[in-house]
């Protein structure tokens, strides 16, 4: 870390803090500049006390972090793209992979007929919410456990691999049973005890980025994942938040080049929550594999103007199978293998 | 909900809107202008689908909200001012209430020692961190049920009311045994199985505002709680996320004015985390007693500098007690009792 | 517009905002609701008195637009895609255009050796900045006039089209004697006055979005210019602001789908400021061409490390030849001519 | 400056580095870390190239600035308040100052009505719009050279000094005969040609905060008019673009506090753009007080239901007495002389 002192800091007080650097188990370099000095603090930043609370000096004008804090989710540590494997379906490598299904799973019907089309359209693995955080208790709260039956009715009747949303710790073991990749939303994406316990149950977890979380700070969430043993994560860039108002979110594509850039785990892009909006999703898609993305996680729907939940993000079959054929020709481009 | 028609849409495509919105439980009034029609739609939202999932139709251009999407925590519901009864401390009252306390929970000294300083100056309530919700995986974690003892501990010996936060379902009924406030942060803020948790145990809650939650979602949030049947919400406001780098989180005071005027609950600030700088926390206490909070959450350390979290935001002994002269004059100003 | 009224509302105050309407122009037709009332107001949002005001009326809830508020720059008014034609080479047809060069023209030698280079390797237009609107005043401000000079140069020697930023309505002038586009970057991007005189020269106008400008912000300023009778607007999507700090800006490749779909006009990205890292704007490159970007903006400079601004984000002539390659798979699967 | 070196670099790549940051003149001094090497960069970053165009070497991590980038804005160059002599009225010193006025000059008899009213309620100086930047150009643009002639009768009945926004360069040489203060406004922030112009007219200035302008950049746009000479200026925060929909802006009443700490310069706060909506601008008022402001720029209509811009956020004569009968506590509390 460099510890930058204020200009105009007498001796005494640069020492008070280079006296404070190395309590705190540092070695502390001072260098002198023309017209402040600075206090470059030698040792491993992760394994030592932040120097961070020294802004408290009133000497002490920033602190400026130099090393990176995490370490499993980075190149760095592994240079080779990590490629999970879901119950046969490697997701990582040369196939773009399609996960779809509606947001809500709401009945047998609607999720079976649903699950018929997108494995028809090419999908490898169905979506569908049980559990269903509602920005307002009034709203659809998912069918629950019966909504984990009905998957796994799809899953035995289509052979599609589930991913579904956990919500609970408490539900971590029974999700677990049906899911073949755990979903953590981007409300929960800081919500490290989730996080532990769904990486303890060994499966693949897709873990969304938070509405307004930072780059660095979704891959610290992933870390989580990483240091409790479980190196099967899913980064799923799902829309952040911004002072837009066209779409619910602004989904960041460049997180896509940058994840890939700087992490060797695979990129998963929802462009369905990540503009809110059916009309931009096949557009989105195509952005999505043209920046590196892994795959792909789309809302669809056999009827979305009277859908449950989010209808107007949501595909209708016709629209998924236009999408899966627009996107074609980009994962060619981009030298994938197609759905 | 109002349903705008694209213009120049054929009275076919209108009809279809029309059916539509019938069919989902309103009554359509369709309004004809010059250049457009909307559809206004008669009946509850709050108890019919919603109409947004409409958007998807080619012919349909928007759909807009007119109700409210929360109403327990709207004046409209209830007019006067919630006083939220901490155990004989009134929140929401007469009284500006102090709570004060280190970020973390660190040792017995630190904790005892804060405790007696803050109780001394004023202060009602102590905060203390006993499960921290850290960034990084290797940050420091937290004492917890350890540091619950302590808490237990300093209350015993000062009297002063405990707040501290709650990170998971499973911890509640622990927490709740020590504490006389559940704090819910701002990670968790839209964690709504926690909420509902949390809710059950009939504490009073103190519910942060997420990172980048609009004023209708926080309301929402709380909604889940007072939903449960409890009724002791705290509103704090702590900091949003901007694209300001100066300070870690943009202290948005005019959400306090607007949340006293929206809703019944009292307001909390919390300037520490508000913008993660010790020399700005109190000027910020001043702006927020100015602008109708009812309270503050303050962090305190003995020795902020070496603090094991956020040591940058701290105020050490003396700096609580300036803070606490500083706003005297402004309580009075407010029209309310000094700590 | 639609007029809501809050719950609760006497007739007499319902009746005193339908009066107020009628007085600003529209029609009042009020709906009630089960628990509101509503007030439809029927009339031409763009030539009447706007509604918005009436919140200050107690009994006004909000006010909804329900029209859209640019007209000239709208697919409504015009259906297909506009190309602009600068002075030879078309904008928004079937070609993807390249515009490079560097950030500032800072000599003969570095611009001239430039052209070559971006020209050798497809591009049609060249950039570059003879005035340089600079966060410092002690930062490099750009050559003014030299600049122009040499700009023209480096037109009469490659055949090149010149794109240069104005900054000035008092530059406008002398600047579209050399510049075949006209740049209004991000911090004029509401700078009306320099719109309007820019429009006047009926030289085509590349207009960045600003910093934290909304969509339907950028669609309006569009409107400025071609209200004044100038058709020739290229939108360039270039990043926004958001709470990321890994990048400078955080391009929303969604505004260009946006802007595609509902604007005629051509839409240019530029990757370079979009993210302020050279080692993402090929990925960027390839997710604008996806997106349905018309061209490309990108900054090309002989060595980057330097540069006298901008460094940080600038392609030397390897770098833009190797994103002139990687683009190529994807211009072809978006149905365009390659560059 | 710093530059981090990326862990793993050769002794060449370091080598290559250090070279370069003494080229471009700045004396290197690598320090290895346990991890990784950072080189300081010695030298005056105010007056030597910027080395963040370093970031383009692949060995190359970030680099991290160390120095201020403004001088003559900060209190290290000039610890004492400036204080602003608004042609005998002082901002910045003992007394807090009321602005106040409509949005924009409609009529005579409604500037005049104003004028007399605010002026009684306590205000020393009017303001008033004649030029006015609309976001479409189908709104009201202003009266022009007719509105800066009623402000001037205004002031010559009244006695109040004049603020007015300008817009262009063009203007500034007739605007200043009759402003006392030249208002820039948030969409101009960074227009630093119109700032340097004027600046020139040696009047003070009113610079406002960009919608999403950083602190440090606000005070590198007033060391614009600082370094042409022209000391007068006054920081203005008028509320930033964030994600929340609630108010048109939010106002960032920290920045009132860091600006007061980390400049000299007087600081007003816009409560009426800051929020939009006039049922929170008088909380707002009493907070900028609290916060350390030295004064208010309110907006005031006879009738804010029909005015032609923006009346959503004006107060009526009412509301404005009310408004500062209600700060006279605070600015007590605050240690100043009211209005």
Redesign the interface.
Known sequence: M?V?IR??ATQDKIDEVIE?VR??GYEP?P?V????T?I?A???E??H??L??????PQVES??R??K??KLASR?TRFENTVVDVDGVAIGGEEFVLMAGPCSVESEEQLLETARAVKAAGAKILRGGAYK???????FQGLGREGLRLLQLAKAETGLKIITEV????DVAHVAEVADILQIGA??A?????LVEAARTRKPILLKR???E????WL?AA??IL?EGNPSVLLCERG????????RN??????V??AK?ESHLPVIVDPSQ??G????VR??S??A????ADGLLVEVHPL?????S???Q?L?FRGFNTLVADIR??T???GRRSP
Request: aromatic content about 6%; charged content about 25%.
């Open positions: 460099i930058v200009a105009g404070e309590k705190l370099r260098i500049g023309e017209l402040q600075v470059a030698i040792g491993d992760r394994i006390h932040t961070e609370s020294l802004r408290v000096l602190v400026l130099v090393q804090r995490y760095e955080p509602r920005t307002s208790p009034y709203e919500l609970s710790e408490r409300r929960n800081q919500n490290f005890r989730l938070g509405l307004s930072r780059i660095e700070e610290l870390e989580y240091a952040i938040r911004t002072f837009e108002t066209w779409t602004t989904l960041d594509l460049s997180a080049a940058i850039q990540g503009c909006r059916a009309d931009l557009a989105l195509k952005g594999v043209a920046l590196g979305p103007a009277e859908a449950l989010d209808g107007q949501q209708d020709p980009f060619a481009a981009a």
